[in-house]
C-alpha cells in the first residue's frame, strides 16, 4: 500500500482503563461518504479536490485501485486530488477486492465510463454475507449486460439508459452505485426504496457539483436526469458521524465530559435519543455537542439497529458496551447484518454478562468490567473492545487493530487527546512465530 497510514498486523492497543475521558476533540471526515465520492471522481473529465479526507486504511486501498486503472491520486493533509483523465483500464484486480468491499462502489462509475467493468464478488466478511444482488439487479435495469464466472464479474453495457429501479432493501452501496452509473444514461433514472444515509446526500452534492442533476436524496425516492458530461469539482466531505457516535459512547461509558467539534448532530438523532434514555447528558450546536454522564447507565428496554434515520447498525457494538455497564437489562436487535455480535464473546471476557439468541442480545449490565487480552474481529467490534478498555478496570490489550485502522484515523491519538490512556505497541512476539 503506497500511502499512510502505517499499520501493521502485528500492532496492539493498550489500554489502562478506568479514567473519565474530558477534553475537546475535532471529528474527521467520514469514511463511508469518501469512499463513494472517491469512486464517482472517475467520472470527472478534470481535475477533482475532495477535502476532509481522513487517513484510513480503506481510503488508501481505493486510492491505489484508482492509481492501479490508471488515474494519478494524491492525498496530502486530509486533501485528495485525483486526475481521472489517465484512466485507462476498467479491470479492479482481485487482490484488491478482497482487500475492500467497498471496491464495489468502482462497478457504476467505471460502467458509466467504459462501458464495462470486471470485478470480482467481494466476498463476506466478519459481519455477515455482503451480497451484490441489489447492485447487479438496478446495473442491468439500466442496461447493463452482467456475466457471472466463478467470483469474476463481467459488466458491459453499450449504453445505459435511465429507468425506474425498485430497491426491496435501502442497500446503501447499491443507491450509490446506481445513482453514480445513471448520472451519464440518456433519461431519467427513479430509485424507489432508496437508502436515505447522510452519506447518499453528500454523494448527490458531489455529483451535483460536477454538473449532474440528482434530487431526493435523503428520501426513499432518488431522481437522476443523465447528462452528457461531467467536469472536475472541489468538494469537502461531511464528518464521521460513527466516529462521533463512538467518541460520544466512549465519553459516556468513562463517565467522563468531551466536547465534540466538527461534528453533525443531526446525523444522530437516534443514538442521542437512545443515550438520553441511558441518561446520558448531551448538549447540541449546530456543528458542536457535549456528551457527559456522572453515573453508571441505565438500562435501555430495546434497541433495534434498522435503516437511517434509525437506529444505525454501525453503532450497535458501541451502545452494547455502555449497556453492560448499565443498572439493568437491556435488549439490542441488529437486524441488518447477520453476524454482527462477534464482539459478545470477548466483551464477556471482560466481565459482561450479554447473551445472544439469533439476532437478539440480552444484556445484563454489570458494575464493572475487567481488563485482560481481547480480539478485534471488524472493525466496529474493535472500536467497541477500546472503549471498554477505557472503561475497565486495569489493562486491556487489544490486537488485530488492523480492523480498526480500516475506519478510525489513529484512534490511540484521538482518545489520548482526550484523557485515554491507550499506546500502539508492535506485537514484537507474533514476528517470530
Ligand atoms: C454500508 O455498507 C456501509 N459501508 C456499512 O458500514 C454500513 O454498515 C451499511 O452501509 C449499512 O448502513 C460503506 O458505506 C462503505 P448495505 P453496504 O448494502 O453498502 C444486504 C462500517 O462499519 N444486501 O446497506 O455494504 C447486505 O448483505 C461499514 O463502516 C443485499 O442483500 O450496506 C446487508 O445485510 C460496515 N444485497 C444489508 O443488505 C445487496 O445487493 C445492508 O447492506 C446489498 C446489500
Redesign the pocket.
Given at each position: 500500500m503506497s500511502g499512510n497510514p502505517e499499520v501493521n498486523p502485528l500492532d496492539n492497543l493498550v489500554i489502562e482503563g478506568g479514567r473519565p475521558l474530558s477534553g475537546t476533540i475535532r471529528i474527521h471526515g467520514a469514511?463511508?461518504?469518501a469512499?463513494?465520492i472517491l469512486a464517482a471522481s472517475l467520472l470527472a473529465e478534470g481535475k477533482v479536490t475532495i477535502r476532509n479526507v481522513p487517513r484510513l486504511l480503506?481510503i488508501e486501498v481505493m486510492l491505489d485501485i484508482l492509481r492501479d486503472i490508471g488515474c494519478q491520486a494524491r492525498h496530502q493533509d486530509s486533501v485528495v486530488t485525483v486526475e481521472p483523465a489517465a484512466a485507462t483500464s476498467s479491470h479492479i484486480p482481485e487482490t484488491l477486492m478482497r482487500k475492500m468491499?467497498?471496491s464495489?462502489?468502482l462497478m457504476g462509475p467505471l460502467l458509466a465510463r467504459f462501458g464495462e467493468v470486471q470485478l470480482y464478488q467481494p466476498g463476506g466478511?466478519a459481519?455477515?454475507?455482503?451480497?451484490?444482488?441489489?447492485?447487479?439487479?438496478g446495473l442491468t435495469a439500466l442496461g447493463a449486460n452482467i456475466r457471472e464466472k466463478g467470483s469474476r464479474i463481467v459488466c458491459t453495457a453499450r449504453k445505459l439508459s435511465g429507468a425506474e429501479i425498485i430497491l426491496d432493501?435501502?442497500?446503501?452501496?447499491?443507491?450509490?452505485n446506481i445513482m453514480m452509473a445513471a448520472v451519464l444514461a440518456q433519461g431519467r433514472t427513479s430509485i424507489v426504496g432508496a437508502?436515505r444515509?447522510p452519506?447518499i446526500q453528500d454523494l448527490q452534492q458531489f455529483l451535483n457539483a460536477m454538473g449532474a442533476k440528482v434530487s431526493g436524496a435523503g428520501t426513499d425516492i432518488i431522481t437522476i436526469d443523465g447528462v452528457s458530461s461531467l467536469s472536475g469539482c472541489d468538494y469537502e466531505v461531511i464528518p464521521d458521524r460513527?466516529v462521533s457516535g463512538t467518541v460520544m459512547v466512549a465519553a459516556a461509558a468513562t463517565r467522563g465530559e468531551v466536547t465534540l467539534e466538527n461534528t453533525r448532530p443531526d446525523h444522530l438523532t437516534s443514538l442521542i435519543h437512545a443515550l438520553r434514555r441511558a441518561g446520558v447528558q448531551i448538549d447540541i450546536g449546530n456543528d458542536i455537542m457535549k456528551v457527559g454522564s456522572t453515573g453508571r447507565p441505565k438500562a435501555v428496554e430495546r434497541i433495534v439497529t434498522s435503516?437511517?434515520p434509525a437506529f444505525?447498525?454501525?453503532l450497535q457494538a458501541q451502545v452494547m458496551t455502555l449497556l453492560a455497564l448499565s443498572d439493568g437489562v437491556s435488549i439490542m436487535k441488529e437486524t441488518?447484518?447477520?453476524g454482527r455480535f462477534k464482539h459478545v464473546e470477548e466483551l464477556c471476557r471482560m466481565g459482561a454478562d450479554i447473551r445472544v439468541d439469533l439476532n437478539n442480545a440480552f444484556i445484563r449490565g454489570v458494575p464493572q468490567l475487567y481488563g485482560t487480552n481481547v480480539e478485534a474481529t471488524?472493525?466496529?467490534a474493535g472500536a467497541a473492545l477500546v472503549i471498554a478498555g477505557l472503561a475497565a478496570q486495569g489493562r486491556t490489550v487489544v490486537e488485530q487493530v488492523h480492523h480498526i485502522d480500516?475506519?478510525y484515523d489513529r484512534i490511540e491519538e484521538m482518545f489520548r487527546q482526550i484523557g485515554g490512556n491507550i499506546v500502539r505497541e508492535r506485537n514484537a512476539s507474533k514476528v517470530f512465530s
Open positions: 469514511k463511508n461518504a469512499l463513494p480503506d468491499r467497498s464495489v462502489f466478511c459481519i455477515g454475507e455482503r451480497k451484490i444482488d441489489l447492485h447487479l439487479r432493501f435501502p442497500s446503501v452501496g447499491a443507491t450509490e437508502a444515509e452519506e460513527i435503516p437511517y444505525p447498525t454501525d441488518i447484518f447477520e471488524d472493525l466496529r480500516r475506519g
